[in-house]
């Protein structure tokens, strides 16, 4: 009786050896990591020269910017804001880096320039 309880434990152990193994080689065969298609690199955009605010200054922007990778909108007391963030662009003395120009208006019409920011390059953003 000893000696079948230990044939029956063998095959079982036996059985689950191969069925792991089974499952092993169907898990690597599976390729879980997305494909990497790289493309040729963006082009930068080219933005007009702008200077910082100067009085009577007033830029309509948005009859002439191109269209930003961010913007965001906000209003403080009676200004209103927008952050242009362009992750590649030539710009003034900045070749080819992420630009943000930060405006403010009374009128959501006549726009200010105040702050112009470089960004530091980040590869694969998207």
Same mark, same amino acid.
């Given at each position: $009786? ?13 059985? +689950?050896?191969?069925? @792991?193994?089974? +499952? !092993?080689?169907?898990l690597s065969a599976c390729n879980t990591a997305p494909t990497v298609v790289r493309g040729p690199p963006p ?5 007009? @020269? ?10 309509? +922007?948005?009859? @002439?910017?191109?269209t930003p990778d961010s913007l965001v909108n906000g209003k403080t007391s009676n ?9 590649? /662009?030539?710009?003034?003395?900045? !070749?080819?880096?992420?630009? $943000?120009?930060?405006?403010? !208006?009374?009128? $959501?019409?006549?726009? /200010?320039? @105040? ?6 390059? +980040?590869?694969?953003?998207?």
């Amino acid at each position: $009786m000893g000696r079948w309880k230990w044939k029956n434990t063998y095959k079982y152990n036996l059985n +689950i050896l191969v069925l @792991f193994a089974i +499952i !092993s080689l169907f898990l690597s065969a599976c390729n879980t990591a997305p494909t990497v298609v790289r493309g040729p690199p963006p082009q930068p955009v080219n933005l007009p @020269f702008l200077r910082l605010e100067q009085a009577g200054e007033c830029y309509y +922007i948005d009859d @002439f910017l191109p269209t930003p990778d961010s913007l965001v909108n906000g209003k403080t007391s009676n200004l209103y804001l927008r952050y242009y963030t362009y992750w590649n /662009a030539r710009y003034k003395y900045w !070749s080819e880096v992420g630009i $943000m120009l930060a405006f403010y !208006s009374r009128d $959501m019409r006549c726009w /200010a320039l @105040f702050e112009e920011y470089a960004l530091p390059r +980040i590869d694969d953003i998207k």
